[in-house]
Nanobody
Framework: QVQLMESGGGSAQAGGSLRLSCAAS????????MGWFRQAPGKEREGVAA???????RYTDSEKGRFTISKDNAKNTLYLQMNSLNPEDTAMYYC???????????????????WGQGTKVSVSS
């Protein structure tokens, strides 16, 4: 099992940047697949980015080139660097984790069993 705590959310102007962090404790996060998901008001939760235990990454087409997912294994921390923000990025962001996920399904929220509290991102136009 692993415990996850997201932070770094806040308010930003369109075109600005934010860096989200997710601190992991308990089981070593380096052995887990991890991802960033978001849920906007009135919308379904969607995958944004994911990283495997070996460091391979996946992004949704809309976020590729703007967002970067990374891990610092020494600090047991996951990051999401978000650049060129737009109002459509406004959402609650979560960083789920799990041990075994097929690579083709790492952006499906039903594959993850461990979730944090989330951190809120608000982008104004």
């Amino acid at each position: 099992q692993v415990q996850l705590m997201e932070s770094g959310g806040g308010s930003a102007q369109a075109g600005g940047s934010l860096r989200l962090s997710c601190a992991a404790s308990g089981d070593a996060s380096s052995r887990y697949y991890m991802g960033w998901f978001r849920q906007a008001p009135g919308k379904e939760r969607e995958g944004v980015a994911a990283i495997t235990s070996g460091g391979s990454t996946r992004y949704t087409d809309s976020e590729k080139g703007r967002f970067t997912i990374s891990k610092d294994n020494a600090k047991n921390t996951l990051y999401l660097q978000m650049n060129s923000l737009n109002p459509e990025d406004t959402a609650m962001y979560y960083c789920p984790a799990d041990r075994y996920i097929q690579y083709t399904r790492v952006l499906n929220d039903d594959e993850y069993n461990y979730w944090g509290q989330g951190t809120k991102v608000s982008v104004s136009s």
